[in-house]
């Protein structure tokens, strides 16, 4: 009776061990729009680039840096209608330093055409927050 009772006790605590592990992965979907976004992030990337250290240098020791997939395209429109060259493209980017540390939001626009890429407008639309700096990397903020 003893050799049935912790028979049943090791199968159900074996049953019990293996319903606990229910794991799953999200891994992002790869898409064809995607794939085009990240492509033209990175033809813009040096423009933008570019920029950073004219929009930071008042308000850090240091030019931040810009990742491709910290940047949302805002919008994209044809300025000259069905099937003609020339787009405007807003983009909104989130430079960062050190371990991906945020230190901003800017909005930049483009005009892109045959060749040519056009910067239209660059508007920052937040300064760094010491808030959300860690203690070892509050030395690169400027007061």
Do not use: W
């Amino acid at each position: 009776m003893t050799k049935r009772i912790i028979v049943i006790f090791l199968v159900l605590t074996a049953l019990l061990q293996t319903g606990l592990c229910y794991g799953e992965i999200n891994k992002p979907e790869e898409s064809r729009e995607l794939q085009f976004q990240d492509m033209l992030m990175l033809f813009l990337l040096p423009y933008i680039d570019e920029q950073l250290p004219q929009i930071y240098a008042p308000l850090l020791t240091h030019t931040p840096e810009l990742y491709p997939y910290f940047v949302d395209v805002i919008n994209v429109e044809r300025v000259n209608g069905f099937r003609k060259f020339v787009f405007l493209i807003t983009l909104e980017v989130v430079p960062t330093v050190g371990p991906h540390i945020p230190v901003g939001r800017d909005r930049f626009t483009f005009e892109i055409s045959t060749g040519k890429v056009k910067l239209i407008s660059v508007k920052h639309l937040k300064d760094p927050n010491k808030d959300d700096f860690p203690p070892n990397y509050l030395d690169i903020l400027r007061n």
